[in-house]
């Protein structure tokens, strides 16, 4: 039997040249979209020699370039710039020279501020109330580092500026960690440099930066994103070591300079901002020194010129014990007799005093006291008898209190009352009670009617589909196998509806048995 080439799929259909698929979906796309106004923040901007404008409009998730030709741009009133928000009006093309599509823009209004600048403005308002900007947190730079870490591409002309810079002005040693200063790893590179540079040890193998300089050369917003991230301007703020930002040029501003100790307009300035001029530092020690040899001679020739003039002022040493003589001599002159007359003084108020001691004096004072001690114990008897009297009636009564006949009546009044106390108790107790057992069985007679099993009995049944219940013929579908309750009990049903994840087309379903309802486990029963 000879064999006959069958044609493959797709061997039957035309042939096609570039150029005319091109065309083709030249016309479907602008035969689909003739006419359209498309809302976006804009991108990059060119404006070559020809007078037309080519720029980029995007959201966060796309970009569509555009196209705003000369006569159009010359007529409008606005000028799209990077970061414009803007509402475009156009319609859809292609350009076959590079295979893609693009908006042909016939106006172009502002709609506000650019996506990423709101979100910017976000971030910044965020951190910025957060105190993250405030400039009492903001560190001096060391006047003269030992080490300066520089977080920066090895590969950029950026590091060679910085390098060279500090080789003009004041040599030091520098370390670099390479990271990516564009794109989606920025952000993470640099905030774990800043990070890794804070966990070096102090005087370690790795010697510790006592400065760090982050920086980037200019660029786009988009170009310098990265240097916009929450996690960049958090690792810069937890930064121990004082931070120098140099990202972009002088008008371009991210979120970490507001955050760091200290913004440099470009790299190169970061680098005169990091360390002094050595030979301005030599010329000011010289002339430090100059100026402390001068005013140390200076010095020391006023105090030994103040030393002369105070040593001829001052008197000689016998004219200054000639005085202090003279007054001893005065006062050993009237020593004896100011002793005399004290001691005369003395003996005429010893003999004033001695004349009141005489015995009869005396005497008369002990009668005087032993007549008062006398009067006072005749009165001393009486009072402790009418004292005692007092306290003994006193006693009497309390004893009278205490008899056995009196003490019973009390018992037996309190006994009285407290079995009236008691009875009130029980049957404020046998109240509440009902009162409480009442309540429970409003309270479970409206769980069974709110309750689904009440409807379970009329007639109604609950559907579950692998252990959650179902509610609609999707999750039927989706389920692997079936369980439904009636008010009775439930039945398993384990053959999964048509369609169901795990059927195979055609396949027959397999019932099933259903499952006895299972019993509750003896013990106590719910309160309901």
Not at 81 to 93: C, K, P, Q, S, Y
Not at 504 to 526: H, I
Request: aromatic share 4%; charged share 25%; proline share 7%.
């Amino acid at each position: 039997m000879d064999l006959i080439d069958t044609p493959q799929t797709g061997e039957n259909s035309p042939e096609y040249t570039v150029a005319e698929l091109s065309g083709a979906i030249k016309r479907v796309m602008e035969g689909e979209f003739s006419h359209v106004r498309l809302r976006a923040e804009v991108g990059r901007v060119s404006r070559p020699g020809s007078g037309h404008l080519y720029l980029d409009l995007k959201d966060d998730r796309a970009v569509i370039s555009g196209v705003i030709w000369k006569g159009v741009a010359a007529r409008l009133t606005t000028r799209p710039e990077e970061g414009m928000e803007v509402v475009a009006t156009g319609r859809i093309t292609t350009f076959p020279g590079q295979s893609k599509y693009q908006i042909v823009i016939e106006d172009i209004k502002p709609a506000g501020v650019g996506a990423l600048m709101a979100l910017l403005e976000k971030r910044k308002a965020m951190l910025a109330a957060e105190g993250l900007f405030d400039p009492g947190r903001k560190r001096p730079l060391p006047f003269l580092p030992e080490v300066i870490g520089v977080v920066t591409s090895p590969s950029g002309a950026v590091i060679r500026d910085i390098l060279h810079r500090l080789r003009d002005r004041c040599p030091r040693k520098v370390l670099i960690w390479p990271v990516v200063v564009q794109g989606d790893k920025c952000a993470a590179q640099v905030a774990a440099a800043i990070e890794g540079f804070n966990r070096l040890t102090p005087g370690g193998a790795l010697p510790r930066p006592d400065v760090l300089i982050v920086a980037r050369g200019g660029g786009s917003v988009e170009d310098l994103w990265g240097f916009n991230e929450e996690i960049v301007a958090r690792a810069a703020a937890a930064s121990d070591i004082p931070l120098i930002s140099a990202v972009g040029h002088e008008t371009d501003t991210t979120l970490i300079d507001f955050v760091s100790d200290k913004r440099a307009p470009t790299p190169t300035a970061a680098a005169e901002l990091a360390v002094p001029v050595r030979h301005e530092l030599l010329a000011q020690l010289d002339s430090y020194e100059s100026r402390l040899s001068h005013a140390l001679s200076q010095g020391l020739a006023r105090k030994d010129q103040r030393l002369r003039d105070m040593g001829r002022a001052l008197p000689r040493a016998e004219s200054l014990l000639d005085l202090p003589r003279q007054r001893l001599d005065f006062a050993a002159s009237r020593l004896g007799p100011a002793l005399i007359k004290s001691v005369q003084a003395r003996r005429v108020r010893l003999a004033n005093v001695s004349g009141s001691l005489r015995p009869a004096t005396l005497r008369r004072h002990i009668d005087d006291s032993k007549r008062q001690l006398g009067q006072s114990a005749q009165r001393l008897g009486p009072a402790l008898l009418r004292a005692v009297a007092q306290k003994r009636g006193a006693l009497d009564l309390r004893a009278a209190a205490l008899r056995p006949q009196n003490m019973l009546r009390d018992v037996a009044d309190k006994s009285g009352r407290l079995d009236v106390v008691v009875d009130r108790l029980r049957q404020i107790a046998r109240h509440q009670l009902e009162t409480r057992r009442s309540r429970l069985e409003a309270i479970d007679r409206l769980r069974e009617t709110l309750g689904y099993k009440a409807t379970l009995r009329r007639g109604y049944a609950v559907v579950r589909g692998d252990g959650a219940v179902i509610t609609g013929v999707a999750g039927a579908c989706a389920a692997k196998t079936l369980e439904v309750e009636f008010a009775d009990g439930r039945v398993q049903v384990g053959t999964p509806l048509p369609g169901a994840p795990g059927t195979e087309p055609g396949e027959k379903p397999q019932p099933t048995a259903a499952k006895k309802p299972r019993r509750a486990p003896p013990g106590q029963g719910s309160l309901f």
